[in-house]
């Protein structure tokens, strides 16, 4: 009977532990830069998915990696050629698209999906290397131009966005009302981190949305993420 007992305990034992196992990935998702890096290097015949849009691709992107765009019309069935036993590496510009087309991947049966963290953003940041079409890279505003900008007798908010960023569409209603109730005192400037790419690596722009409030030219506030209206007029009183 004891014997039985202790048969019973142990495939009981067996099954919670199967169970757990299938419930957490036994693996890290999220990588930093560096950590990206060194595991795509750990894994020469890997895939790299870019899933930002064909124009963000050509602006610059990293080695080998395929555009598979998250939003466009046959993103479904591009991933549905792939091996789902392969490790996948996803990224995107700041992270957000690359998470939901990881979670699809795994909903759909992908065995190792990692992400970057923080996209390509942070790729850059890191001064890890990625390819481009020079040809076609936007440079956009310059710092001194950036500068200029900022000269002025009142304060100077900067929205730095993107248009396939939520928080920042969630944002730009109440910017838009803040740049008219208080255009008295607060000037606000609204760049696409997209289309100035080089001004926002110089700034160290790796995240968006994010918000700069100056005075006299000296940055007094800053940022990242989203933010109520409330907390940003008490900025500016």
Known sequence: MKILFSIVLMVSAALFSNCNRQQKPDYKTSLSAAEFAERIAENPTSIILDVRTPEEFLEGHLQE???TALNGNDFEQQIKALNKSQPIFVYCLSGGRSSEAADKMRSDGFEHVYELQGGIMKWRAANLPEVANTSTISLGMTKQEFDSLLISDKLVLVDFHADWCAPC??????????????????????????????????LEIDALPVLQLYKNEILIWYNTGYINKADVVKQLL
């Open 65 to 67: 990696a395929r555009n």
């Open 169 to 202: 569409k969630k944002m730009k209603p109440y910017l838009d009302e803040i740049s008219k109730e208080m255009a008295y005192k607060v000037i606000v400037i609204r760049i696409n981190a997209d289309d100035h790419r080089a001004l926002c690596e110089q």
